[in-house]
């Protein structure tokens, strides 16, 4: 039985000369699947305006409701439904980002939703890397049948579920006990203080040791209780766009494998040596997890070729960064390839190591080894100077809006008008609020 269609009439108000957005306005219906019956237009009560008269129709009234929403998202149009319509009850409600986001059809697709973000993984990430006749494993058949489980696990899961428990090996056990081993005896020499003082917390709350791997899902767990941030199983390594996009929504897309026991020295791709000894100790910290949210958040809708300078600015800093401490006395490490690495943590503060001082557009503009040590490490004067100097750097990526995370609805919103900044005053004004409040409570102390 044929179901009938559900009508809608709407006035448009749009200045005389605005043949751009009547285009828009139909290319939005288009989009959404309705159908026009009637379109006329007529000088408007107003001088230099015009009036436009659209009688839709579609199968569905939520479809009808999200077409009138979007078109007065639209800057200078002014709608009006006729009395009596069911989408009038939804004048003056926010748009969802996804709504919004249809005023930028040229921005590249990103997640706005962590629902979004989970439905988008699923298609993404569907099996382990090859791995190449380079690598210290090509000819060992066991070892890649391992590798293969651990891929298989990452393609399966879906984000919010219980992170599978995972059996580890004797030899894999030992792999993991030899690099602990080296990296701890290396870390208080050079290693930064933020991460030694970080790393002793997994120790103590964890019980991380050399004689046993920790499971992924304790690991996220714990994080989350710190920073916000949670572990997601990844089958191999990830699409960096859709690296950074989970960072934006405090998901770190870590792998579960172990590197080669023939090199247990250095490994060409991220294993959980990478995740748990390089990342994890710095993703406890308030300020680099914010740090590292921010980049996320600066990559969604970034074109392509911002995307591979963020992509070199993220491998010279949060993978292979060195900074200064001690008033510029001691030069430390803070990047986390360089961190899970014994062989080239020890040889980064060497003289043989090149390293310049850190200067984000130079570094935006440099490509970078993956299957051999740095030609070149970049020294910020500080662990802060580093942050500041890539926040700068990236209010340059070209977006014709704003982001905010809203932690609440675990989702991104879109800023590109006045009345979007309302929100985020009231969430400043109350945090000034409770400062003033805590303020007060000190000093009665």
């Known amino acids: 039985m044929a179901t009938s269609n559900i009508s809608l009439d709407m006035v448009i108000n749009l200045p005389a000369d605005s043949t751009g957005s009547l285009l828009q306005i139909l290319k939005i219906v288009q989009a959404q699947n309705v159908s026009v019956l009637h379109v006329e237009t007529r000088p408007s009560k107003k001088s230099d305006f015009s009036d436009v008269f659209l009688k839709l129709s579609a199968s569905n009234q939520d479809v009808l409701d999200q077409t009138v929403r979007l ?3 639209l800057p200078g149009v002014k709608v009006q439904v006729a009395v009596g319509s ?6 003056g409600i926010p748009l969802t980002a996804r709504e919004e986001m249809a005023n930028f ?5 990103f997640a706005t939703t962590m629902q979004e ?3 988008h993984n699923s298609k993404t990430l569907q099996c382990g890397e090859e791995l190449g006749s ?6 060992d058949a066991a070892y890649r049948s391992r590798r293969q489980t651990f891929a298989d696990i990452g ?3 879906v984000l919010g579920q219980p992170i599978p428990y995972v059996e580890y090996n004797a030899e894999e056990t030992a792999t993991w006990g030899e690099v602990y081993r080296q990296l701890t005896n290396l870390y208080p020499t050079h290693a930064c203080e933020t991460y030694n ?6 120790i103590k709350h964890l019980g991380l040791s050399e004689h046993k791997i920790p499971q992924m899902e304790d690991i996220s767990n714990f994080l989350r209780s710190r920073t916000g941030f949670r572990l997601r199983p990844s089958p191999g390594l990830v699409d960096f766009r859709d690296y950074l996009a989970g960072l934006a929504f405090r998901v770190f897309q870590a792998t579960q494998y172990i590197r080669h026991h023939s090199s247990p020295q250095y490994t060409p791709e991220p294993d959980i040596c990478h995740e748990y000894l390089g990342h994890v100790p710095l993703f406890c910290d308030p300020e680099f997890a914010q740090f590292s949210q921010e980049i996320g958040l600066a990559s969604l809708g970034a074109p ?7 992509g070199n600015l993220y491998w010279y800093t949060v993978e292979f960064g060195l900074c200064r401490e001690n008033n510029g006395a001691n030069t430390r490490v803070y990047g986390g390839a360089l961190l899970s690495s014994f062989g080239e943590l020890e040889r980064c503060l060497t003289d043989d190591a090149k390293r310049v001082p850190l200067d984000p557009d130079v570094v935006a503009a440099t490509p970078y080894p993956i299957t051999r040590f740095q030609d070149v490490y970049f020294v910020a004067e500080s662990f802060q100077d580093m942050r500041e100097k890539l926040a700068g750097w990236i209010t340059q990526i070209p977006r014709p809006f704003s982001l905010r995370y809203n932690a609440y609805t675990s989702s991104v919103e879109v800023l590109h008008k006045k009345e979007h900044l309302r929100g985020l005053v009231r969430d400043i004004e109350t945090d000034i609020k409770i400062l003033k409040d805590a303020i007060t409570k000190i000093g009665d102390h």
């Open 105 to 109: 059809p040229d921005v590249p697709w």
């Open 155 to 157: 393609a399966k899961y």
């Open 304 to 310: 392509d070729e911002w995307i591979e300078k963020l």
């Open 71 to 73: 078109v007065e998202a």
């Open 86 to 91: 069911p989408h009038q009850h939804l004048k």
């Open 197 to 202: 003082r970080n790393f002793q917390l997994l």
């Open 134 to 139: 380079d690598h210290p494993s090509f000819t």
């Open 117 to 119: 973000l989970i439905e």
